[in-house]
T-cell receptor, first 115, second 115 residues
Framework: AQSVAQPEDQVNVAEGNPLTVKCTYS??????LFWYVQYPNRGLQFLLK??????LVKGSYGFEAEFNKSQTSFHLKKPSALVSDSALYFC?????????????FGKGTLLTVNP | DAGITQSPRYKITETGRQVTLMCHQT?????MFWYRQDLGHGLRLIYY???????DKGEVPDGYVVSRSKTENFPLTLESATRSQTSVYFC??????????????FGPGTRLTVL
């Protein structure tokens, strides 16, 4: 069974500082990994995905994520945080060996960027 | 409007009543999904569909019914609403492409309150 963990319910960072939102996963094979962002009273928006290839994936709004197979992690990063980055972030995983196409989401991490 | 829409955006109902949440997408995506979002649980999959007339249970299907007579629509029905079904419901869609996996696109959500 596939699963994903976001070990931090909340992350606080000062504007201009680098940010990291952590995600670890568990699947039987090589995973497909995703990051989504949710702003208040909105649906989830896709940020980036890792399917195969380069371990460093670049996405929307200056975000990037690093796939680390040995640590089964896919942490979301940004070099310089903005107040507007404050939102709820979800990591998701799919086992590509499965016959279904379901994503399993983490519980989310609330990012607060302080001015 | 292009994209994925949900209606109603807000709904208050009483225990025991039947409620139907609508989801419509204009991309002709094959796959559609229903999730519920609850504090502390993240997003949990209720039902999903690979194509018209093909549906399957997700993680938390009890108390819900879906249908998909047309590719673009995927209604979710609560047959007899309970207070535990108070939640925010999200519909999503994606299109499978050979050798790849596209991200899911989410609707704006329906906030349902069961009194």
């Amino acid at each position: 069974a596939q699963s994903v963990a976001q070990p931090e319910d909340q992350v606080n960072v000062a504007e201009g500082n680098p940010l990291t939102v952590k995600c670890t996963y568990s699947v039987s094979g090589n995973p497909y990994l995703f990051w989504y962002v949710q702003y208040p009273n909105r649906g989830l928006q896709f940020l980036l995905k890792y399917i195969t290839g380069d371990n460093l994936v670049k996405g929307s709004y200056g975000f990037e994520a690093e796939f680390n197979k040995s640590q089964t992690s896919f942490h979301l990063k940004k070099p310089s945080a903005l107040v507007s980055d404050s939102a709820l972030y979800f990591c998701a995983v799919r086992d590509p060996r499965g016959s279904n196409y379901k994503l399993t989401f983490g519980k989310g991490t609330l990012l607060t960027v302080n001015p | 409007d292009a994209g994925i829409t949900q209606s109603p955006r807000y709904k208050i109902t009483e225990t025991g009543r039947q409620v139907t949440l609508m989801c419509h997408q204009t991309w002709s995506h094959s796959y559609m999904f229903w999730y519920r979002q609850d504090l502390g649980h993240g997003l949990r999959l209720i039902y999903y569909s690979a194509a018209a007339d093909i549906t399957d249970k997700g993680e938390v299907p009890d108390g819900y019914v879906v249908s998909r007579s047309k590719t673009e629509n995927f209604p979710l029905t609560l047959e007899s609403a309970t207070r535990s079904q108070t939640s925010v419901y999200f519909c999503a869609s994606t299109q499978w492409m050979a050798g790849a996996y596209n991200e899911q696109f989410f609707g704006p959500g329906t906030r349902l309150t069961v009194l």
